[in-house]
């Protein structure tokens, strides 16, 4: 996926239809319909293969029935589908604009779709982004490369990218469900204690020996102090800044958050209300408040987000 995302380099404003349209589309002329056919080819050839499902399930072999396998074997089903679904739907676009399908409502739909650079609503089921389709489409690529490597080689990542499950939900179940199994209690008495990692990712150079780490979250309405792990003001004409990795780790039931402590709500994706289909709100994590009191951070709304809408 590194090659993916130097070749497609993100530009402010209308970076998206400028990296999905093929070098021709300048020619003075061109049609709409031939636009559409530049960016859905584009959009073609930067598809991840599809995950080997029957491979994962021999290179599981016994861990396919373990939490963490289910979850894994779970995403790439979802993934696969998807990758089938967009892949039929771009043949079935290249053959309707070329006359040789009836242009169907749903074709009607994603034609215009990638005429504005928007991910077709058809596509956006298995997980809810507002992600323009340039990077939308480089986001799904680097989505299925964590699962094609854990799929590949039966080692789970280092560190996990939260943002990359179409569940995350389901997934921090699992690791509360293996947790629970390695120390022989239930699950029920289990929740979350969060450590902000003060280290760069490089010197992380194991799994821990309980939980995950975690990568990739955003911080909205706050700004992070690494050096005293605390939430602090956010520099000027910040808006969002990217939380260090943070280790999940399975607790035996804590007490309610003491003094100094912020619940700071995760959401999946910026639309913090989500849809009527699926809730955006994904886990409370407890961050230090720092100088000042909880209650001014959640006045202000502060929140983390695994993804952007960018």
């Not at 061109?30 to 293969?49: F, I, N």
């Not at 077709?120 to 323009?132: D, G, I, L, N, R």
């Not at 289909?277 to 502060?302: I, Y």
Request: charged share 20%; glycine share 6%; proline share 5%.
């Amino acid at each position: 996926s590194s090659g993916i995302n130097a070749e497609w380099p993100l530009r402010p404003g209308f970076e998206t239809l400028l990296s999905l349209q093929p070098q021709v589309s300048s020619l003075k002329g061109e049609s709409t319909e031939d636009k559409v056919l530049g960016l859905a080819q584009d959009v073609k050839e930067h598809l991840p293969e599809l995950i080997d499902y029957e491979n994962t399930l021999s290179v599981l072999a016994e861990e396919r029935h373990s939490p963490m396998g289910v979850v894994l074997l779970q995403e790439i089903l979802r993934y696969n589908h998807l990758i089938n679904l967009i892949a039929n739907s771009l043949s079935d676009l290249e053959k309707g604009i070329k006359g040789l399908v009836v242009m169907s409502e749903d074709l009607e739909e994603i034609f215009r779709c990638i005429n504005e650079a928007k991910v077709p609503a058809m596509w956006s089921k298995a997980y809810p982004s507002h992600k323009p389709l340039g990077s939308w489409t480089r986001d799904l690529v680097q989505r299925v490369d964590q699962f094609f490597k854990w799929a590949h080689t039966g080692g789970m990542p280092l560190i996990f990218q939260l943002s990359y499950f179409t569940f995350p939900t389901g997934f921090l179940t699992a690791v509360l469900q293996t947790s629970a199994r390695t120390n022989s209690i239930s699950v029920d008495t289990l929740s979350w204690e969060f450590i902000v990692q003060i280290l760069d990712d490089v010197n992380i150079t194991g799994q821990p020996k309980d939980g995950v780490y975690i990568k990739g979250i955003h911080l909205e309405g706050a700004g992070w102090d690494k050096k005293n792990c605390c939430l602090v003001e956010a520099n000027a004409m910040q808006l969002v800044c990217e939380m260090p990795t943070i280790h999940f780790k399975p607790a035996e039931l804590k007490k309610k958050p003491g003094r100094g402590i912020y619940a700071c709500p995760c959401y999946y994706y910026p639309d913090r209300a989500g849809t009527a289909e699926r809730a955006s709100f994904v886990v409370s994590v407890d961050l230090k408040s720092g100088a000042t009191s909880p209650d001014h951070w959640c006045k202000r709304g502060t929140a983390l987000l695994l993804s952007l809408d960018a």
